[in-house]
Nanobody, 124 residues
Framework: VQLQASGGGLVQAGGSLRLSCVAS????????MGWFRQAPGKEREFVAA????????YYADLAKGRFTISRDNAKNTVYLQMNSLKPEDTAVYYC??????????????????WGQGTLVTVSS
């Protein structure tokens, strides 16, 4: 499956963005999905994950109360709604499709598929 992330951009602190991740070449409903991010000079870190049906969601502490992950399997799309953005949220955001529930805890590895990333810049 190929993933295409979009929706990044420049936003002021306190603003909102909605990221989208569209899958092609496969059925998104077969995968557990997640969002990760990587800031310059830092390790990639987990943001959020969602179950096959969307009934269960998982968030890193950095995202709780501000970000919401959702999915529309009919559209083969996963979303990340980001509110109350802070300058420290500046990063490239990646979506990932995993055959394993390990993504719920922010782990990734062999068999996972990644999008190309979309840049989010939050100005102060």
């Amino acid at each position: 499956v190929q993933l295409q992330a979009s929706g990044g951009g420049l936003v002021q602190a306190g603003g909102s963005l909605r990221l989208s991740c569209v899958a092609s070449g496969g059925t998104l409903s077969s995968y557990f999905m997640g969002w990760f991010r990587q800031a310059p000079g830092k390790e990639r870190e987990f943001v959020a994950a969602i179950s096959w049906t969307g009934s269960s969601t998982y968030y890193a502490d950095l995202a709780k109360g501000r970000f919401t992950i959702s999915r529309d399997n009919a559209k083969n799309t996963v979303y990340l709604q980001m509110n109350s953005l802070k300058p420290e949220d500046t990063a490239v955001y990646y979506c990932a499709a995993s055959p394993s529930r390990r993504i719920y805890s922010g782990s990734y590895g062999i068999g996972d598929h990644w999008g190309q990333g979309t840049l989010v810049t939050v100005s102060s």
